[in-house]
């Protein structure tokens, strides 16, 4: 069902990567600019994220001895140092997610430069060295944050949906490995109630909210495909989600043929195969439009 279906190391039959965006209360900060610093309830709902889920998540996988990808605003980098030193001495990725969570398309270029080149500095004054995956926050991308990350000779993307496994990204004579999203996959619907910013979702149970994110994983298994989740520590990373997080892994990893690694490692894995004389993987050419669509009568 997937047309051609990208050759995995070690004859593995699905890549896999559990990613998280740590937000933290990044999210309260940008959406109430006057007043989110005095709004106590989002906040501690926020530093739940890495001060209680990360070290929670990094046992597991320290336990079942896989490395994943962490993407982080630069404000949270800088807020919480301890939690971002704690992932990188676990020899995971932190990848870049903006500076504070803010939607790039709401900017003019200059600013979006300001912010993702401030995020980039975040990067090298705490973690000393430059990402090299970026995920926009809420997924807003457009022909400027792709010129940003070319520019800055990033390997790979998170934010596009155009297939069910990694793609080339080619904007002029640049390439970027697009690991593609979808809300499918994404913590958010199922579990987010959050009315401050306008969320106002019915919260699912563990086992009925995650069960969506297994049934991906078995389709993705089926078809040699790539299984990618986008969670939130202080949304799954909360105990009893966690909880069945843990025994999935342990299942999964014991009964199946997988490869989970950092999304740099799988993205590195794609861009050789991209470069193969008979490589099967596709290409996306941007941009998609130069001009608006509309109607003339």
């Known amino acids: 069902m997937i047309k051609n279906p990208i050759q995995w190391p070690n004859g593995a039959k699905c890549a896999c990567a559990i990613t998280f ?11 109430k600019p006057t007043d989110g610093h005095n709004r106590l309830y989002p906040i501690s709902m926020g530093k739940y994220g890495p001060e209680v889920a ?12 896989i490395k994943q990808t962490f993407f982080a605003p630069g404000w949270v980098i800088e807020q919480y140092p301890q939690a971002m030193e704690s992932i990188m001495e676990g020899g ?11 939607d790039p398309t709401g900017h003019g270029p200059d600013e979006q430069r300001y912010w993702f080149e401030r995020a980039i500095e975040s990067h090298q004054k705490v973690l000393g ?35 069910d496994i990694p793609y080339i990204l080619q904007s002029g004579q640049k390439k970027l490995v697009e690991m593609p999203v979808h809300w499918g996959n994404d913590d958010w619907p199922p579990f987010a109630h959050y009315p401050e910013i306008g969320y106002m979702m019915p919260v699912s149970s ?10 991906e994983f078995e389709a993705q298994y089926a078809n040699n495909g790539f299984w990618m989740s986008i969670w939130h520590p202080f949304l799954t990373g909360r105990l009893a989600r966690w909880h069945q997080v843990e025994k999935w892994l342990e299942s999964t990893l014991e009964n199946n043929n997988v490869w989970f690694a950092t999304l740099s490692e799988i993205a ?18 941007l941009p998609y439009y130069q001009r608006p669509v509309k109607l003339n009568r």
């Open 21 to 31: 965006d740590i937000d933290a209360d990044s999210l309260i900060h940008i959406s």
């Open 206 to 215: 563990p086992s009925q909210g995650l069960d969506t994110f297994w049934q």
């Open 54 to 65: 990360i070290p929670r998540i990094l046992e597991t996988f320290k336990k079942l001895g």
């Open 129 to 163: 060295q430059k990402p090299k995956g970026y995920r926009a926050p809420v997924y807003n991308v457009n022909p400027t944050v792709i010129d940003l990350l070319n520019e800055h000779d990033f390997l790979y993307e998170s934010s596009l949906m155009g297939d």
């Open 92 to 102: 995971h990725e932190i990848a870049h997610h903006g500076y504070l969570h803010e």
């Open 268 to 285: 590195q894995h794609v861009k050789k195969e991209s470069e193969k004389e008979n490589n099967l993987i596709r290409v996306d050419h």
